[in-house]
């Protein structure tokens, strides 16, 4: 049986730098953040059907991951943050994500303790908007009532707190 841990939050709090280096002390592999890979490639000004695009490209590597049978899969994001960014981007929700069923076993929310970077694909790097995307996010968790956990700290501290995290939700010994 596969355990799905899923990296979820606002930008620049370390998701794509944290998901390989827990995939490798867990043994697991990773789901890359699709989204990501849609903006570098068609911008950053995305419309309901750049979301749904991206929504499906999570589904669709998530699933050919799943094939696999690998005991961890770390997903650096999954369609919860693309419909976070629905709300933030386009002020609404998309219905085909709500009706999404296929969550992580467990959810790890870095906190904003590391400095934000500019990186072409990130668009809220004010407090305030950052502070916005975070609740959103964590919202959509809490909406599906989803167990979360916080990650903190820089570095080999971050993955030590989110192996912690994973431990203490019962999916490690």
Not at 61 to 67: D, S
Not at 112 to 133: C, I, K, N, V, Y
Request: proline share 4%.
């Amino acid at each position: 049986m596969t355990r799905h841990i899923c990296l979820h939050g606002a930008e620049s709090t370390g998701k794509s730098s944290l998901a390989p280096r827990l995939a490798r002390a867990l043994g697991g592999v990773v789901v890359p953040e699709y989204g990501r890979g849609y903006a570098e490639a068609n911008g950053t000004d995305l419309d309901a059907s750049d979301l749904r695009a991206i929504f499906a490209g999570h589904v669709a590597a998530t699933e050919v991951a799943l094939a696999a049978g690998p005991d961890w899969l770390i997903s650096d994001t999954d369609p919860l943050m693309t419909q976070a960014w629905a709300v933030m981007l386009l002020g609404e929700r998309l219905p085909e994500i709500d009706a999404w069923t296929a969550v992580a076993d467990l959810y790890l929310v870095p906190a904003m303790d590391l400095p934000w970077e500019e990186d072409g694909t990130r668009l809220f790097g004010s407090d305030s908007a950052r502070r916005q995307f975070m609740d959103v996010a964590i919202g959509e968790l809490e909406r599906r009532h989803l167990r979360w956990m916080w990650v903190r700290g820089d570095g080999d501290a971050r993955l030590k707190s989110a192996l912690a995290a994973i431990h203490a939700a019962g999916l490690a010994a």
